[in-house]
């Protein structure tokens, strides 16, 4: 059975001033099994973000649904732990609160959640910076925590929206192994947004590519290359035929997104 | 002079203090000088002995601490009746459809208008002062919370969902503690406005304080005595806001850019 089920879920958002209504997401069926790791990839406004976000429950779906384990999502939950582009770390909170976040809301009693944030910290390689406020911390440190404290969770899902869009290049490739690490070692199952045509391809069991706005999956790419990844695979030539295939996929979407949208 | 460009600590702070010493040396000048009559104004140094007066034989200290006591107080109530509703109002929207034509309307009904009233209902005792300062502050306080806490970071907001909070939960743990330091300095802010209410309600019927000594003062035409009352609030105003200040860096570490 299907971890999660996405079935004709589509986004319609109302016309600013008695315009048209505007059609984000044209409706998207998509089976993700156990322990995949998804990657969606698409041009900047496809709606591969919002199709996260109805996955989160932060949105609601204008048609279709989303079943995760059967059951309906129907609002955001902590089985579907995300992190976002955007540094969200609580910034009142040190990094060690902020990780633990979840487990207080969920009423865990202090002693159980400190061993479990101890070794969420020492997950993301965070030791020596526990008391650190956010503010204090690099962006690729701020992503990391919030990998941790959406792990700390232990959520069914893990939806990540281009968490690493924001970082400089040599930072987002360190990070890129660092999730496909613990992915590795502690199967989760995955969905993970990015523009980033090597990103997508290095990480994923799976990549889908989305049309340009409004948007509909493309294409479903199965990537077999071998696990444990290490960096190098992105310079060897199974890699790179992945990429072109891809690039000249999202090539063709991307040029249609320059010229339908005024400038 | 190149605009928006710093200026270093050293020469921030003699330039500072030379406008001071500008100010009075002006004042000296006119008044030691002869250019204007003395019972219009006093010269400094007649000031600082009728001040020195004042504290020494006239007991002014006890006019100070009933001031003093009066703006914490009315401030404190306005306090406690603002914050938890201007965070209500912020939070939920309901709220503040309901408070907020209101809240908006009263804010504008100045507090000085209400004194007679105040005076009517409450007498010419401390109740009085504290309501005065109470309604001068309380609306300022409701709608300026109310408008920060409405603006909270929406992404804060749905990372909490998304790691399981409740919706009292995303309220009591994140939306206050994000807007604790803006909120605390909403009230330093409306602390200063305090001041000023408080004494416009000593000159209307009082028989104590900063504001009182200042309009017995002009019966007499004791100058020197206004003046060193007014220096005496800026004073007072001045250290209460920097240990306001003080307490907010320590409470929010973690807002300190």
Redesign the interface.
């Given at each position: 059975m299907s971890k999660l089920l996405i079935e004709g879920v589509s986004r319609t958002f109302a016309g600013v001033r008695g315009g048209e209504p505007v059609k984000a997401l044209m409706p998207v069926d998509l089976a993700v099994a156990a322990n995949d790791f998804i990657t969606i990839l698409g041009p900047s406004g496809c709606g591969k973000s919002t199709l996260l976000r109805i996955v989160a429950g932060l949105e609601a779906p204008s048609e279709g649904r989303v079943l995760l384990d059967g059951k309906a999502v129907t609002r955001p939950g902590p089985d579907r732990g995300m992190v976002f582009q955007s540094y969200t770390l609580f910034p009142w909170l040190t990094v060690a609160q902020n990780i633990a976040f979840g487990l207080r809301e969920r009423g865990m009693a202090e002693k159980e959640r400190d061993g479990i944030v101890a070794s969420y910290v020492d997950l993301v390689g965070l030791k020596g910076f526990e008391n650190h406020w956010p503010k204090q911390l690099s962006g690729g440190m701020q992503q990391r925590t919030a990998i941790a404290r959406a792990l700390a969770n232990d959520p069914e899902i893990l939806l990540l929206d281009e968490p690493f869009g924001a970082l400089d290049n040599q930072t987002r490739g360190l990070m890129q192994e660092l999730l496909l690490g613990i992915w590795e070692r502690r199967n989760k199952t995955v969905l993970f947004v990015t523009h980033d045509i090597e990103e997508a391809i290095f990480m994923a069991s799976r990549v889908i590519v989305m049309t340009a706005r409004p948007g509909r999956i493309k294409s479903d790419v199965a990537i077999d290359l071998p696990h444990p990844r290490h960096y190098t695979l992105k310079t060897s030539p199974e890699f790179s035929a992945l990429k072109a295939r891809l690039t000249e996929d999202i090539r063709v979407e991307a040029m249609r997104t320059v010229q339908t949208q005024p400038a | 002079m190149r605009p928006l460009y710093p200026v270093s600590p050293g020469i921030r702070t003699v330039l500072g203090i030379s406008f001071f010493v500008l100010f009075v040396a002006f004042w000296a000048w006119i008044t030691l000088g002869g250019h204007v009559n003395r019972i219009f104004l006093a010269d400094p140094l007649s000031m600082l002995r009728d001040g020195w007066r004042l504290l020494v034989e006239d007991r002014f200290w006890l006019d100070i601490l009933i001031t003093i006591w009066r703006v914490f107080g009315g401030f404190l109530l306005a306090s406690v009746v603002a914050v938890p509703l201007g965070i209500a109002m912020g939070a939920w929207k309901p709220v503040e459809a309901f408070l907020e034509p209101f809240v908006s309307f009263a804010r504008y009904l100045p507090a000085s208008a209400f004194i007679p009233l105040l005076i009517l209902w409450a007498g010419i005792g401390e109740l009085e002062k504290l309501l005065v300062i109470f309604v001068g502050s309380v609306f300022q306080i409701i709608l300026i919370i109310a408008v920060k806490v409405g603006s909270t970071r929406r992404?804060?907001v749905?990372?909490?969902?998304?790691?399981?909070?409740?919706n009292n939960?995303i309220v009591s743990?994140?939306i206050m503690?994000?807007n604790?330091p803006e909120i605390a300095e909403t009230l330093r802010l409306v602390l200063g406005w305090a001041w000023t209410y408080v004494i416009v309600a000593e000159l209307i019927g009082s028989s104590s304080g900063i504001g009182y000594m200042i309009i017995n003062s002009q019966s007499r035409l004791a100058t020197g005595q206004i003046i060193f009352g007014i220096i005496v609030i800026g004073l007072i105003g001045l250290l209460s806001d920097f240990a306001f200040k003080a307490f907010n860096r320590w409470l929010?570490?973690?807002?300190l850019?």
């Open positions: - | 992404d804060l749905e990372a909490a969902y998304t790691l399981g909070s409740t939960g743990r994140v503690p994000a604790a929010f570490p973690w807002s850019a």
